[in-house]
């Protein structure tokens, strides 16, 4: 038992470290076509060519219901959160350094913390709001003093993507209860077609002919889409393998990887109260988790 059990966390940890290397091509892909085009172009092509791989999933896995799903109002407001969440993530690498961004999303578990209070009734202790509290004040410490270098607007998408990200777990855990991830992931990528499609038509005028023409962007548009697929299956495939809590401390790498990148590609500059702030909000939102576990232990 101990055998398959090592197997199991070492096969979903692999999963889960893939699925943070992914996410990491992603960002420099983006933050290298943001350079050209639009973020709301970059959605666009990024939700068109992630959801056929999805859909051939879908047929294996499901057949001939891969679109059946149960719970429409659930799947509505996942879908919702999750494309305003991952909107705000791409605005905030295009505004902000990607080690600050990286750093502030990893006050999502506060942001669940929170909204599990007002969304699911539950309840939270002194303990978990005392690091809520302390969560936060790593923030300050990440942003303040405030310089004329930092951008402001960079720094709040960094928070919504966070915050919305938030309430798009919870509406998965709810629809989670009913429906398969795969069905889930097909609407949520084929609603983000249309949204992003309105929003870089109106915004920015979008016409896919002008827009596609140089091929060779065009195979980057292609390869953000497919990355993206391979994210999704991997994160699923490494909850589906090994526990949250064995997975949870590997989430913190991507602290190091994206002040890696942003070092290397993009000429960030790392301060003492960027290692200072992140350490506060890393061990904030752990102390979380574990209190959350043991909740469930005790239950």
């Known amino acids: ?164 990200g938030a309430l798009m777990f919870v509406y998965l855990r709810v629809i989670g209860r009913t429906d398969p991830a795969i069905s889930t992931a097909i609407w949520y990528n084929s609603s983000g077609i249309i949204f992003a499609g309105v929003l870089a038509h109106y915004l920015d005028g979008f016409d896919v002919v002008l827009n596609t023409r140089d091929l060779s962007t065009f195979y980057l548009f292609i390869t953000l889409g497919v990355l993206a697929s391979f994210q999704q299956f991997c994160l699923a495939q490494s909850h589906m393998y090994s526990q949250a809590s064995t997975l949870a401390p590997l989430q913190y790498l991507s602290i190091p990887l994206g002040v890696t990148i942003g070092i290397l590609l993009f000429n960030e500059a790392i301060t003492v109260k960027y290692i200072v702030g992140t350490a506060i909000i890393i061990a904030s939102t752990y102390y979380i988790f574990i209190r959350e576990q043991t909740k469930k232990t005790d239950i």
């Open 1 to 164: 038992m101990f055998d398959v059990n090592h197997k199991n966390n070492t096969i979903g940890a692999s999963y889960l470290v893939a699925d943070i290397l992914i996410s990491f091509l992603l960002v420099t892909i983006v933050k290298t076509l943001h350079i050209d085009f639009s973020i709301f172009l970059i959605l666009f092509f990024r939700y068109l060519f992630c959801l056929p791989l999805l859909i051939v999933y879908g047929v294996y896995s499901r057949g001939s219901k891969f679109l059946s799903i149960k719970n429409i109002r659930g799947l509505i407001l996942r879908s919702c959160f999750g494309f305003i969440g991952l909107m705000m993530w791409f605005l905030a690498i295009s505004e902000i350094d990607i080690s600050l961004a990286t750093a502030l999303t990893q006050t999502m578990p506060i942001f669940i913390t929170i909204l599990s209070v007002f969304i699911a009734g539950e309840y939270v202790g002194f303990r978990r709001v005392v690091s809520v509290i302390i969560g936060f004040a790593g923030v300050l410490v990440l942003l303040l003093p405030l310089s004329p270098e930092l951008n402001l607007w960079g720094v709040i998408y960094a928070l919504l993507s966070s915050l919305f």
